[in-house]
């Protein structure tokens, strides 16, 4: 299994595609008056905290898959250790995905958290599993 396995590639794709969106211009106006313009772009604010900008003049903002900078931007990492069924089930599950979304490149990584995602929404089947594993007989 490789770390790509695991956690999911980083060959995010989707930023790409937005030709410059990720550049952002800020001008600062410093107290001698003088004023300095300065572009950066995607790469350049990984090292740095993003601003927001308030420049957008859409009011609907990108679906997660276009507006981040990478798969892992904007996501904190929560090591999830599975047993090997579980594995299997999520690979299958990938594959099935790429098919659907057949003109997508599904990430492994927004498979994993829509599978969290999809739990919270339903607790109910969440609490079945953990009673199905023998929580609650104690």
Same mark, same amino acid.
């Given at each position: 299994?490789?770390?790509?396995?695991? $956690?999911?590639?980083?060959?995010?794709? $989707?930023?790409?595609?937005?030709?410059? $969106?990720?550049?952002?211009?800020?001008?600062?106006?410093?107290?001698?008056?003088?004023?300095?313009?300065?572009?950066?772009?995607?790469?350049?604010?990984?090292?740095?905290?993003?601003?927001?900008?308030?420049?957008?003049?859409?009011?609907?903002?990108?679906? @997660?898959? @276009?507006?981040?900078?990478?798969?892992?931007?904007?996501?904190?990492?929560?090591?999830? $250790?599975?047993?090997?069924?579980?594995?299997?089930?999520?690979?299958?599950?990938?594959?099935?995905?790429?098919?659907? @979304?057949?003109?997508?490149?599904?990430?492994?990584?927004?498979?994993?958290?829509?599978?969290?995602?999809?739990?919270?929404?339903?607790?109910?089947?969440?609490?079945?599993?953990?009673?199905?594993?023998?929580?609650?007989?104690?």
């Amino acid at each position: 299994m490789t770390k790509d396995d695991r $956690y999911g590639a980083t060959d995010d794709d $989707y930023s790409d595609d937005l030709d410059g $969106y990720g550049t952002e211009t800020v001008t600062t106006t410093d107290s001698s008056g003088e004023t300095e313009t300065v572009e950066s772009n995607a790469s350049e604010a990984d090292s740095t905290d993003s601003t927001t900008d308030s420049t957008a003049t859409s009011s609907d903002p990108l679906p @997660f898959i @276009f507006a981040r900078r990478t798969v892992k931007a904007d996501r904190d990492a929560v090591p999830v $250790y599975v047993q090997d069924q579980t594995a299997t089930e999520i690979d299958e599950l990938e594959r099935d995905l790429s098919q659907t @979304f057949d003109g997508d490149k599904v990430m492994a990584l927004d498979v994993r958290e829509a599978l969290i995602r999809a739990g919270l929404e339903n607790v109910d089947d969440v609490r079945r599993v953990m009673e199905e594993w023998g929580y609650g007989r104690r």
